[in-house]
């Protein structure tokens, strides 16, 4: 669990598409995968999170899904909107530690 | 989230002086996190305390410490400020009570060390 690695770098978008922002992890146990956004010059939030013992979760616009085979998880954001630029981070988490957060996305929406 | 408060927001200090970042919280949670958000590196975790008497060293703990004052209070010194400390510098917060581990962040400190 302590390596969370997150792809894209960046990824820019037309207002209306969608984007999907990949992450993995390394350690079996991670059993909590949020998600959270960071606004420029604001602090990080969270904007949707899943457990290990569900594989898809959705909320409106946005959905995150879990495979633990393959141990990757992915956020999908939907009719994307220019709202939604902003800088993604994923995040594992397996109890015994502290969130490790991936090196984030910075997402572009064109409008 | 004016629930965790960070002290200063802003500070320029020189090399080789000694800072202090400070966070409170007014949430009532039992966990506290220092992490650390340079362009391009996301956020790293410096500490994190899961109560009170409890301290634990994330990945990029050197040259940093931590107390913990208090279950509200969690501080982060740097005992000899040099630039490449030069960051954003943001506590968190979470309850161990809670189904997940949401963390809370404070709005963020800004530090550069000249």
């Known amino acids: 669990g302590e390596n969370v690695e997150q792809h894209p770098s960046t990824l820019s978008v037309q207002e209306g598409d969608s984007a999907v922002i990949k992450c993995t992890y390394s350690d079996s146990a991670s059993n909590y995968f949020p998600w959270y956004k960071q606004e420029l010059g604001k602090r990080p939030q969270l904007i949707i999170d899943?457990?290990?013992?569900?594989g898809e979760k959705k909320d409106q616009r946005i959905a995150v899904t879990l495979n633990k085979t393959a141990k990757h998880f992915s956020l999908h954001i939907t009719e994307t909107q220019p709202e939604d630029s902003a800088v993604y981070f994923c995040?594992?988490?397996?109890?015994?530690?502290?969130?490790?957060f991936g090196s984030g996305t910075r997402l572009q929406v064109q409008p | 989230d004016a629930d965790v408060t960070q002290t200063p927001r802003n500070r320029i200090t020189k090399t080789g002086k000694r800072i202090m970042l400070e966070c409170s919280q007014t949430k009532g949670h039992d966990r506290m996190y220092w992490y650390r958000q340079d362009p391009g590196l996301g956020l790293r975790l410096i500490y994190y305390s899961f109560d009170v008497k409890d301290i634990n060293k994330g990945e990029i703990s050197d040259g940093y410490s931590v107390s913990r004052q208090a279950q509200a209070k969690f501080s982060l010194s740097l005992e000899s400020a040099i630039p490449n400390q030069t960051a954003l510098y943001f506590c968190a917060t979470s309850d161990s009570r809670s189904s997940g581990n949401t963390i809370y962040f404070g709005e963020g400190s800004w530090l550069t060390v000249v």
């Open positions: 995040a594992d988490y397996t109890g015994r530690r502290a969130l490790t």
């Open positions: 899943i457990r290990s013992n569900v």
